[in-house]
C-alpha cells in the first residue's frame, strides 16, 4: 500500500457516513431533550457548536478501535461522544477573544457571536462537565471501565492535556525562542492527547490487552502530531471556503508553526512521515482497514 494517498473506496466512505450517522444519532439522544427549560438559550448555544459539522474524527477513532478490539457500539458510544463534547468546548474556548478571536468555525459564526460571550462561556463548560456524565451513566459499561474511560478523558482535557497546551500555545506568541521539540509538545497536548485518549479508551471499552493498548497509543501520538502539522499547512494553503474559518490566522497572532519553524515543504513532509508510521503500527493489528483508509485521508485532507 502506497502511504500517504487517500483510500477513498465506495465501502470506505458509506463506513464513515454510517460511523458519523450514528454518531450524530448517540447525541442527540443523550443531550438534553426540553426546549422549554428555563437555560434554554445554554442548550441552544451547545447544540449550535456540536452541529456545525466536524468529521467527528475523535468519537470515530473510539468507535474504530472499540470494534477493532472485539467490544460493541454500546459499550463505547456514550464514551465516544463524550469526546466530542469535550473537544467541542476547547473550540468555544479557543475561539473567544481572549484566546485566538476566531469569529468563524466551521463556516458558521463562532459561539460567542452567534450568542455572546458569557453565554458561549457557560456552554463550553457545560461541554467540558457533561461528558462525565455520559461516561457515568452508561448502561452497558461496568463501574471499572467508566473509571478508566473518565480517567482518560480527565487527562487529555487538563494540565497535560488541551487545557495545559492551550496556555503554552497563548505563551508562545510572544516568545521568539521555540523551537520544534517544544512545539511538539505543546501540539501533544492541545491536539495529541485527545486524540491518545480516543484510541485508548475504544480499546478500554473493548477490554483489549495492554499490547494492544500500547500500540494504540504509539498510533495515536504520531496520528496526533500528524494531524496538527496538516492543520498547520492548511492555514498557509487553503481557503476561507474550504476550512470553515479564516485562512492565515497563525501568522496573524504571531504564532508559532510547523511551517514558520520548518516552511512547508518540510512540514508536509514530517506530516507524511508521521502518517507513514502510524500506517506502520495500524498494520500489526487486526481488521485495520478502515483506520488505515482514514489515516491517510486525514494526511490529505483539504479542511
Same mark, same amino acid.
Given at each position: 500500500?502506497?502511504?500517504?494517498?487517500? =483510500?477513498?473506496?465506495?465501502t470506505f466512505?458509506? *463506513?464513515?457516513?454510517?460511523?458519523?450517522?450514528?454518531? %450524530?444519532?448517540?447525541?442527540?439522544?443523550?443531550?438534553?431533550?426540553?426546549?422549554?427549560?428555563?437555560?434554554?438559550?445554554?442548550?441552544?448555544?451547545?447544540?449550535?457548536?456540536? +452541529?456545525?459539522? #466536524?468529521?467527528? =474524527?475523535?468519537?470515530?477513532?473510539?468507535?474504530?478501535?472499540?470494534?477493532?478490539?472485539? #467490544?460493541?457500539?454500546?459499550?463505547?458510544?456514550?464514551?465516544?461522544?463524550?469526546?466530542?463534547?469535550?473537544? &467541542?468546548?476547547?473550540?468555544?474556548?479557543?475561539?473567544?477573544? %481572549?484566546?485566538?478571536?476566531?469569529?468563524?468555525?466551521?463556516?458558521?459564526?463562532?459561539?460567542?457571536? /452567534?450568542?455572546?460571550?458569557?453565554?458561549?462561556?457557560?456552554?463550553?463548560?457545560?461541554?467540558?462537565?457533561?461528558?462525565?456524565?455520559?461516561?457515568?451513566? /452508561?448502561?452497558?459499561?461496568?463501574?471499572?471501565?467508566?473509571?478508566? @474511560? +473518565?480517567?482518560?478523558?480527565?487527562?487529555?482535557?487538563?494540565?497535560? #492535556?488541551?487545557?495545559?497546551?492551550?496556555?503554552?500555545?497563548? $505563551?508562545? %506568541?510572544?516568545?521568539?525562542?521555540?523551537?520544534?521539540?517544544?512545539?511538539?509538545?505543546?501540539? !501533544?497536548?492541545?491536539?495529541?492527547?485527545? =486524540?491518545?485518549?480516543?484510541?485508548?479508551?475504544?480499546?478500554?471499552?473493548?477490554?483489549?490487552? /495492554?499490547?494492544?493498548? $500500547?500500540?494504540?497509543? *504509539?498510533?495515536?501520538?504520531?496520528?496526533?502530531?500528524?494531524?496538527?502539522?496538516?492543520?498547520?499547512?492548511?492555514?498557509? &494553503?487553503?481557503? $476561507?471556503?474550504?476550512?470553515?474559518?479564516?485562512?492565515?490566522s497563525d501568522?496573524?497572532?504571531n504564532k508559532?508553526?510547523?511551517?514558520?519553524?520548518?516552511?512547508?515543504?518540510? /512540514?508536509? *513532509?514530517? !506530516?507524511?512521515?508521521? &502518517?507513514?508510521?502510524?500506517?506502520?503500527?495500524?498494520?500489526?493489528?487486526?481488521? +485495520?482497514?478502515?483506520?488505515?483508509? @482514514? &489515516? $491517510?485521508?486525514?494526511?490529505?485532507?483539504? +479542511?
Amino acid at each position: 500500500m502506497q502511504k500517504g494517498k487517500p =483510500i477513498m473506496t465506495t465501502t470506505f466512505d458509506l *463506513q464513515m457516513r454510517n460511523n458519523i450517522a450514528l454518531i %450524530e444519532q448517540t447525541i442527540e439522544q443523550l443531550l438534553p431533550a426540553d426546549p422549554n427549560a428555563p437555560q434554554h438559550t445554554l442548550l441552544a448555544a451547545m447544540k449550535h457548536s456540536l +452541529s456545525a459539522g #466536524g468529521k467527528r =474524527i475523535r468519537p470515530m477513532l473510539a468507535l474504530e478501535f472499540c470494534r477493532l478490539c472485539g #467490544g460493541t457500539d454500546e459499550t463505547v458510544l456514550p464514551a465516544a461522544c463524550a469526546l466530542e463534547l469535550l473537544h &467541542t468546548a476547547t473550540l468555544i474556548h479557543d475561539d473567544m477573544p %481572549e484566546m485566538d478571536n476566531d469569529d468563524l468555525r466551521r463556516g458558521k459564526p463562532s459561539c460567542h457571536v /452567534a450568542f455572546n460571550l458569557p453565554t458561549a462561556l457557560l456552554a463550553g463548560d457545560t461541554l467540558l462537565i457533561m461528558p462525565f456524565e455520559w461516561i457515568a451513566a /452508561a448502561k452497558d459499561t461496568d463501574a471499572e471501565r467508566k473509571v478508566a @474511560l +473518565s480517567l482518560e478523558l480527565a487527562k487529555a482535557a487538563g494540565f497535560y #492535556g488541551a487545557c495545559g497546551g492551550q496556555q503554552i500555545d497563548l $505563551e508562545n %506568541e510572544t516568545r521568539s525562542d521555540v523551537t520544534i521539540d517544544g512545539l511538539k509538545q505543546m501540539y !501533544a497536548y492541545k491536539t495529541g492527547a485527545l =486524540i491518545i485518549a480516543a484510541c485508548r479508551m475504544g480499546c478500554i471499552a473493548a477490554g483489549a490487552d /495492554a499490547e494492544t493498548l $500500547e500500540i494504540a497509543t *504509539q498510533y495515536a501520538a504520531r496520528l496526533g502530531l500528524a494531524f496538527q502539522i496538516v492543520d498547520d499547512i492548511l492555514d498557509v &494553503t487553503s481557503t $476561507e471556503e474550504q476550512l470553515g474559518k479564516p485562512i492565515g490566522s497563525d501568522a496573524q497572532q504571531n504564532k508559532n508553526t510547523f511551517v514558520s519553524l520548518y516552511g512547508l515543504e518540510q /512540514a508536509k *513532509q514530517e !506530516a507524511a512521515m508521521l &502518517t507513514g508510521e502510524a500506517l506502520d503500527l495500524l498494520a500489526k493489528l487486526p481488521r +485495520s482497514e478502515f483506520l488505515t483508509a @482514514l &489515516t $491517510e485521508m486525514l494526511l490529505c485532507r483539504q +479542511s
